[in-house]
């Protein structure tokens, strides 16, 4: 299995870490830049240390018991979700479901992708 984060979406919710079962995800600094470009996300998915705009006016101002992109909300902080373990996923699903930037991308060993869809 092939497992990546689009980084400009991730909010850093930590969603992903917490429900994957198989230790998948971590969470990294946004700030340091190679490390969270550690997985084999595309080019075009790569951390540039932008956050999307999109993504940082929805979440913001959200108050549901954490803080999005950490300690300023505004997406220049915090930690970003790198999938450093891909090989491990069970395809569970878990994680497409609980990802609030919607910007897990899961491959199979047939190229069939999976994409998540926050609920
Ligand atoms: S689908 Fe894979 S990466 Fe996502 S939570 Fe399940 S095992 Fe972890
Ligand atoms: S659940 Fe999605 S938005 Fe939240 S940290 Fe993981 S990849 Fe990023």
């Not at 240390?49 to 902080?77: C, I, L, M, R, Y």
Request: hydrophobic share 35%; glycine share 6%; aromatic share 6%.
């Amino acid at each position: 299995m092939k497992v990546y984060v689009n980084k400009p979406l991730c909010t850093g919710c930590q969603h992903c870490k917490d429900v994957c079962p198989v230790a998948v995800f971590e969470l990294r600094d946004r700030a340091d830049v190679a490390n969270v470009n550690a997985d084999v996300a595309p080019a075009e998915m790569e951390w540039k240390q932008v956050s999307d705009k999109d993504v940082v006016a929805k979440w913001k101002d959200v108050q549901d018991g954490h803080n999005h992109f950490a300690e300023k909300n505004d997406g220049t902080s915090g930690g970003i979700s790198v999938a450093i373990n891909g090989e491990a996923c069970i395809l569970c699903q878990a994680c497409l479901i609980q990802c609030e930037g919607e910007c897990i991308h899961i491959i199979d060993d047939s190229g069939t992708e999976y994409k998540s869809i926050y609920s």
